[in-house]
């Protein structure tokens, strides 16, 4: 595998490949990202995969500075992937001068997560449509678990008009059902014996939406939440919502998607489940 710091190496390697599937990841790889790298080279001769923080991302208090940075173990577990390229750039190569232009996404940024998190989605948006410039690829994948991530990348490919084919693929989980995440290594013991309660309460929510149907929706979710925050969690929100635009369901919706954000101790966890 070869790795790139630079951007004129990457674009002078980029050169030589015809069809370049990508991959981009914050680090701290687990097997949900190793999962997607696999898949890549279904879909392209060559597979890229990118590691950076992106500080964009990140709001006041959050975590940038904390967040687990483990090039050395990651840039092994992508060669052990058969990843072909691994462009690692410092800050001050992505970010040469302070950032003025930003992508600023629809209002679907300022639901659920973006109500949390302000700001967050159009520092996603950004450095994802600049990794795009960097790299070139054809085809770019996403997992699941960053619903509404992956839902305003693909809007932002497809009304920027960019030949980019975004493949959404689906969450890893350990074999109790805890969604992989990087965060996950926050969870200290106690916390992550806990942790799979949160996809316990998504299924049982999304079979007393089945049983009991979509107008019932608003009192399930919030029986649902006061069973889960009963256990010691913070949600943020836990909602049945339309998957086509994250909006509360309408009598007539037959594709629904769970979505949900919720603190265990210090970490703050999400995970979501679709229906139909």
């Known amino acids: 595998m070869r790795a790139f710091h630079r951007l004129d190496a990457l674009r002078q390697y980029r050169q030589g490949a015809t069809r370049v599937a990508f991959v981009p990841t914050m680090g701290n790889l ?29 709001g006041p208090g959050e975590d940038f500075e904390r967040y687990p940075r483990t090039l050395r173990a990651d840039s092994e577990k992508l060669a052990a992937a058969g990843v072909d390229a691994l462009f690692a750039p410092e800050e001050n190569d992505l970010y040469p001068e302070p950032q003025s232009c930003f992508v600023e996404p629809p209002d679907l940024q300022h639901l659920l997560e973006g109500e949390f998190r302000p700001g967050h989605f159009r520092g996603v948006a950004t450095v994802v449509l600049k990794l795009f410039n960097c790299v070139q690829p054809q085809v770019a994948l996403f997992g699941k678990k960053d619903y509404q991530q992956l839902m305003l990348i693909r809007l932002m490919t497809r009304q920027l008009a960019l030949p980019i084919e975004i493949v959404g693929m689906e969450t890893v989980r350990a074999p109790d059902g805890l969604a992989l995440s990087s965060r996950n290594a926050y969870l200290s013991p106690a916390e992550r014996a806990e942790a799979p309660r949160l996809y316990r309460t998504l299924r049982a929510l999304k079979e007393a939406v089945l049983r009991e149907g979509i107008q019932h929706s608003a009192t399930l979710q919030q029986e649902a939440r006061q069973t889960l925050d009963a256990q010691g969690w913070k ?42």
């Open 235 to 276: 949600t943020d929100y836990l909602a049945v919502r339309q998957q086509s635009d994250l909006r509360a369901p309408a009598s007539a919706t037959r594709k629904l998607v769970i979505v949900a954000a919720a603190r265990l101790g210090a970490t703050r966890l999400i995970d979501n489940l679709e229906i139909g």
């Open 30 to 58: 687990h097997e949900g990202h190793l999962a997607l790298m696999r898949a890549a080279r279904e879909h392209a001769d060559t597979v890229i995969a990118s590691v950076f923080v992106n500080r964009l991302q990140f």
